[in-house]
């Protein structure tokens, strides 16, 4: 009989309109695995977990579950075969408490009456056993998304589902969660779960994957064990080239002060505490400063502060010398403040406008774009996107009129990206750029953001990731609790010092240059 197949995937063919998102894909998962799925954003990953958790039906192929045959139609068909999938983009409702999310849809009851203490004992079993601390009776509106996710991953646990598939669970986590999270998918497969992990991060993948299925453009590349494999390797295969890991710039040559912030004090809409606390700090021109810090701990109350999303409590912000502290969002756009957002979705894009439409967002109401009786220029609105999406290689099945919610999530970066920098703005504002993007595309983006800097513009960078905050900026800014707890020069800092700081370990005293 040979090896026996969690799940089998054979053949699978999955078109959508101009684009063939899985081309004749095969994929084994053998009984208590971590199996990695690694590719390019739209390499068509997400679109092979979701015909296998019932979302979409192939055209062609068939899906076999401990050998046999099965026909999956929708995702309850999958919870009935024990399939679980935890989304890049949780889906939770926010107004309901951790506790009824996670049995939403197999209530218990008796007489038709919910019998919740007996859901919440089994909650709490789970989430010892496998050690996903979580709160059943708070908010999920109220909660980190580290938090949200093991939320999901319960959700999945409670279900009793054996097969759990993990759409890009670290995207959104900080290095302590996602250390947390490693550990708690090897309990997992350890119990006998056979994981399914759609990653592009190949450190990940080397660390926690059994073995690792790679797809490129929608054709399957290969299935190679991790234990026998590298990390140039792999890449290598994802991208169909080698790619530089390493950020290559020239000595940075700062000039004059573009953006310089003084005593930025921000409310806080979650705690009674202000989440910015007397916030100072200057970019120059042609200098990448970077705020690192680990998620929650006011980069993003600070940001919408300078970008105009929230009201300063107190402060001064000054753009290229002029005083915009009260401007509208509209009028710091025009002055030449670009904002990269770190929620896509919520900030970044309107998700059923096309491509072309986002593309032109923030300045549609220009003379090249709209005409002295105020009609828009269609003609120029199409050319505008057609530059932008070769330029910064926006993959998409119709091109300018594709509707951006249909785009995979990288692809919709790389959109927000494009306008951003393409009204060459003097202090470019990139918050989690590289979120969620593959190495191809983390390399390129790293490259535009030099660009800005060696062009004479003034970047704020502000990450979660260690890796980019030690490659890309000339000064390291540690943010801990809404303060600036330290600054660093990446040349001579350690992730471990870093580290230390971020988790507010140690404090220096910070004087603004």
């Known amino acids: 009989m040979g090896q026996s197949y969690a799940i089998e995937m054979l053949g699978i063919t999955k078109r959508f309109p101009g684009i063939i998102a899985n081309d004749n894909i095969s994929l084994q998962l053998k009984k208590g695995e971590i199996h990695a799925l690694l590719g390019e954003n739209g390499a068509g990953k997400s679109t092979l977990m979701s015909v296998l958790f019932g979302l979409y039906q192939p055209e062609e192929g068939i899906i076999k579950k401990d050998g046999k045959e099965v026909k999956i139609n929708n995702p309850n068909d999958a919870n009935e075969l024990g399939i679980g999938m935890v989304h890049q983009h949780f889906k939770l409702v926010e107004c309901f408490s951790v506790l009824d999310n996670i049995i939403l849809g197999v209530e218990p009851n008796k007489y038709g009456f919910l019998k919740k203490n007996e859901a919440r004992v089994k909650v709490m079993e789970l989430s010892e056993k496998y050690g996903l601390h979580i709160d059943p009776d708070a908010m999920i509106e109220d909660i980190t998304v580290g938090m949200q996710q093991r939320t999901e991953i319960l959700k999945m646990l409670y279900r009793?589902?054996?097969?759990?598939?993990?759409?890009?669970?670290?995207?959104?986590?900080?290095?302590?969660?996602?250390?947390?999270?490693?550990?708690?998918?090897?309990?997992?497969?350890?119990?006998?779960?056979?994981?399914?992990?759609?990653?592009?991060?190949?450190?990940?993948?080397?660390?926690?994957?059994?073995?690792?299925?790679?797809?490129?453009?929608?054709?399957?590349?290969?299935?190679?064990?991790?234990?026998?494999?590298?990390m140039s390797e792999l890449s290598a295969m994802m991208v169909g080239r080698d790619v530089n890991f390493h950020v290559e710039k020239k000595e940075s040559k700062p000039g004059e002060v573009l953006l310089s912030v003084e005593g930025?004090?921000?409310?806080?809409?979650?705690?009674?505490?202000?989440?910015?606390?007397?916030?100072?700090?200057?970019?120059?021109?042609?200098?990448?400063?970077?705020?690192?810090?680990?998620?929650?701990?006011?980069?993003?109350?600070?940001?919408?502060?300078?970008?105009?999303?929230?009201?300063?409590?107190?402060?001064?912000?000054?753009?290229?010398?002029?005083?915009?502290?009260?401007?509208?969002?509209?009028?710091?756009?025009?002055?030449?403040?670009?904002?990269?957002?770190?929620?896509?979705?919520?900030?970044?894009?309107?998700?059923?406008?096309?491509?072309?439409?986002?593309?032109?967002?923030?300045?549609?109401?220009?003379?090249?774009?709209?005409?002295?009786?105020?009609?828009?220029?269609?003609?120029?609105i199409r050319e505008n996107a057609e530059r932008l999406i070769e330029q910064y290689d926006v993959r998409s099945g119709q091109g300018p009129v594709t509707v951006a919610r249909s785009m995979s999530g990288g692809n919709q970066q790389k959109a927000i990206i494009a306008r951003e920098i393409d009204k060459h703005p003097e202090v470019l504002v990139a918050v989690q750029p590289t979120r969620g993007l593959d190495v191809g595309a983390i390399e390129y983006i790293h490259k535009q953001l030099v660009a800005q800097r060696d062009a004479g513009k003034a970047v704020l960078l502000v990450s979660l990731e260690l890796d980019e905050v030690m490659d890309v900026p000339d000064r390291i800014l540690v943010m801990y609790e809404g303060e600036i707890v330290g600054e660093f020069d990446p040349k001579t800092t350690t992730q471990e010092e870093l580290g230390l700081y971020m988790a507010g370990a140690k404090k220096a005293e910070v004087t603004v240059s």
């Not at 009793?160 to 969660?177: G, K, R, S």
């Not at 119990?191 to 080397?206: P, Q, T, W």
């Open 264 to 380: 930025m004090t921000v409310a806080s809409k979650a705690h009674k505490n202000n989440a910015v606390k007397n916030v100072s700090l200057k970019v120059r021109a042609g200098e990448i400063v970077c705020i690192a810090g680990i998620d929650g701990n006011g980069q993003t109350e600070f940001v919408h502060g300078l970008t105009g999303l929230e009201p300063l409590v107190s402060g001064k912000i000054e753009l290229c010398g002029k005083d915009i502290t009260h401007s509208s969002i509209r009028q710091r756009s025009v002055m030449g403040l670009s904002h990269i957002p770190e929620d896509r979705h919520k900030h970044g894009l309107v998700l059923d406008y096309t491509l072309e439409e986002n593309l032109v967002l923030q300045r549609y109401f220009e003379p090249e774009f709209t005409n002295k009786a105020g009609f828009l220029r269609f003609k120029n």
């Open 160 to 230: 009793d589902n054996e097969i759990l598939i993990f759409d890009e669970p670290t995207a959104v986590l900080t290095p302590q969660e996602i250390r947390e999270l490693m550990q708690i998918m090897k309990n997992l497969a350890a119990e006998g779960k056979s994981i399914l992990f759609i990653s592009h991060k190949l450190a990940e993948i080397m660390e926690v994957a059994d073995r690792c299925t790679v797809i490129r453009k929608g054709k399957y590349i290969g299935t190679v064990e991790t234990a026998h494999t590298t």
